[in-house]
């Protein structure tokens, strides 16, 4: 399984950014993806995670701004970044995990700058 982000970029506080990733080879067992980030000097922090059935959790400093979809039928998963604050910058990491395999996948990750 390969992993491959877009979408990331430099934007003032209040704007918007769209995240996409597209995962491919053995994608039939990918039941949950999503997205998590890091910033300089601090842990890699959940996002916003999705099941293929669209069931979505999203972590505490993103709920109500952040919106995760997925499209089962192209592989692919969103991430639209509203209302964003300098604190969110952070390299944005696709995530996906087998349930076959019983492991986590994860892209290159695409940087999100918010200056204010």
């Known amino acids: 399984v390969q992993l491959v982000e877009s979408g990331g970029g430099s934007v003032q506080a209040g704007g918007s950014l769209r995240l996409s990733c597209t995962a491919s080879?053995?994608?039939?067992?990918?039941?949950?993806m999503g997205w998590y980030r890091q910033s300089p000097g601090k842990q890699r922090e959940m996002v916003a995670l999705t099941t293929w059935r669209g069931n979505t959790n999203y972590g505490d400093s993103v709920r109500g701004r952040f919106n995760c979809t997925r499209d089962t039928t192209k592989n692919e998963v969103y991430l639209q970044l509203n209302y964003l604050k300098p604190e969110d910058t952070a390299v944005y990491y696709c995530?996906?995990?087998?349930?076959?395999?019983?492991?986590?996948?994860w892209g290159r990750g695409t940087q999100v700058t918010v200056s204010s």
């Open positions: 995530n996906a995990f087998s349930n076959w395999e019983d492991r986590n996948y």
């Open positions: 080879g053995v994608t039939n067992s990918l039941t949950i």
